[in-house]
């Protein structure tokens, strides 16, 4: 550990919405509003790490995605004369699909890379965050973490492990509803969300997921928010099989489009649905009138207005000691 390392450090980590439609695994927003914050310090010790977590009863201790970046992270860089204090505060739903986990483990490989002083580059992070990921759902995948840490608009090339993240010139809204689904908020909801989808799909299928995801890239690089919209509602690999998860989908999904969204469709593995708007007024009524729809159902749930976050994982405050 360097001399003039820094001994306590806070930074914080925005939610996202990962696969967009037809991007699965490959495709992430960023999202303003709703982040996780996270704490650590470090004493002279023999390599213990201690994490306690605040809100939505997220356990703490191993169980906790931090801890597995922080294990992680002192095997690789074999940190053993230091012990570390987690403190998580969540500010993202748990097994919502808004990258909880993700934002968790963004924040924590970001704060244990300036608590030692390390300047570690972006593949570093990505790997780091990933193991978070892997605990969380049982195998690792960088959309969510890679939106938290970058910010912005993220694709992942899962051929070269890399992350491609930019801010597109088009604004757009964002309506989100999270059902409290209660079966769903227990155990490894991802896991259980990724064991649905099918593992092969015919050429044809492949075709037009291809045609959607290609659709969805030129939109937003031509500015066109109601060919974005279009595209984001057209998955023919995912959404199927998900959909089972959420009472009530297409009946959503359908009102959200005569409400005026321009898109629609399940953010990350769900249960939380998103729509895409022009303005914040229409993403306001859209999420109100669909969040009415299913408490008349019988379902408790809550609605969100967001937008594209620029800015990925941030430093709070770093302080030294000695």
Same mark, same amino acid.
């Given at each position: 550990?360097?001399?003039?390392?820094?001994?306590?450090?806070?930074?914080?980590?925005?939610?996202?919405?990962?696969?967009?439609?037809?991007?699965?695994?490959?495709?992430?927003?960023?999202?303003?509003?709703?982040?996780?914050?996270?704490?650590?310090?470090?004493?002279?010790?023999?390599?213990?790490?201690?994490?306690?977590?605040?809100?939505?009863?997220?356990?703490?201790?191993?169980?906790?995605?931090?801890?597995?970046?922080?294990?992680?992270?002192?095997?690789?860089?074999?940190?053993?004369?230091? !012990?570390?204090?987690?403190?998580?505060?969540?500010?993202?739903?748990?097994?919502?699909?808004?990258?909880?986990?993700?934002?968790?483990?963004?924040?924590?490989?970001?704060?244990?890379?300036?608590?030692?002083?390390?300047?570690?580059? !972006?593949?570093?992070?990505?790997?780091?965050?990933?193991?978070?990921?892997?605990?969380?759902?049982?195998?690792?995948?960088?959309?969510?973490?890679?939106?938290?840490?970058?910010?912005?608009?993220?694709?992942?090339?899962?051929?070269?492990?890399?992350?491609?993240?930019?801010?597109?010139?088009?604004?757009?809204?964002?309506a989100i509803v999270v059902p409290k689904l209660?079966?769903?908020?227990?155990?490894?909801?991802?896991?259980?969300?990724?064991?649905?989808? *099918?593992?092969? @799909?015919?050429?044809?299928?492949?075709?037009?997921?291809?045609?959607?995801?290609?659709?969805?890239?030129?939109?937003?690089?031509?500015?066109?928010?109601?060919?974005?919209?279009?595209?984001?509602s057209t998955d023919f690999v995912v959404e199927?099989?998900?959909?089972?998860?959420? *009472?009530?989908?297409?009946?959503?999904?359908?009102?959200?489009?005569?409400?005026?969204?321009?898109?629609?469709? @399940?953010?990350?593995?769900?249960?939380?649905?998103?729509?895409?708007?022009?303005?914040?007024?229409?993403?306001?009524?859209?999420?109100?009138?669909?969040?009415?729809?299913?408490?008349?159902?019988?379902?408790?749930?809550?609605?969100?207005?967001?937008?594209?976050?620029?800015?990925?994982?941030?430093?709070?405050?770093?302080?030294?000691?000695?």
């Amino acid at each position: 550990m360097r001399d003039d390392a820094a001994k306590h450090v806070i930074v914080k980590a925005p939610g996202s919405i990962a696969n967009l439609g037809p991007g699965f695994d490959i495709l992430a927003i960023a999202i303003s509003g709703l982040y996780d914050v996270v704490e650590i310090s470090s004493t002279t010790g023999n390599g213990s790490i201690h994490v306690a977590s605040e809100g939505f009863n997220v356990p703490s201790g191993a169980q906790n995605v931090a801890y597995a970046v922080a294990k992680g992270f002192m095997e690789k860089y074999r940190i053993r004369d230091v !012990d570390l204090y987690i403190r998580v505060i969540k500010g993202i739903p748990p097994a919502s699909g808004l990258g909880s986990s993700g934002a968790t483990s963004a924040a924590t490989a970001f704060a244990l890379s300036k608590l030692f002083g390390l300047n570690l580059s !972006d593949g570093e992070l990505l790997y780091l965050s990933g193991l978070g990921e892997a605990y969380a759902t049982g195998s690792p995948h960088y959309d969510n973490v890679a939106a938290s840490l970058f910010g912005g608009f993220i694709i992942v090339d899962i051929n070269k492990n890399r992350v491609y993240s930019f801010r597109p010139h088009m604004k757009f809204n964002i309506a989100i509803v999270v059902p409290k689904l209660h079966e769903l908020t227990s155990g490894k909801k991802t896991g259980y969300a990724r064991s649905l989808l *099918p593992k092969q @799909i015919d050429l044809d299928m492949h075709t037009r997921q291809s045609s959607s995801l290609a659709k969805l890239i030129y939109a937003l690089f031509s500015s066109d928010v109601e060919l974005f919209g279009e595209a984001v509602s057209t998955d023919f690999v995912v959404e199927p099989y998900r959909a089972k998860m959420i *009472p009530y989908y297409y009946e959503l999904k359908k009102l959200a489009f005569e409400y005026g969204a321009l898109g629609f469709n @399940i953010s990350g593995a769900g249960p939380s649905v998103f729509s895409i708007h022009r303005t914040s007024e229409e993403a306001r009524y859209v999420g109100k009138k669909l969040m009415e729809f299913l408490i008349n159902k019988g379902v408790d749930c809550e609605y969100i207005v967001s937008h594209l976050s620029e800015s990925g994982v941030e430093v709070i405050e770093v302080k030294t000691y000695g």
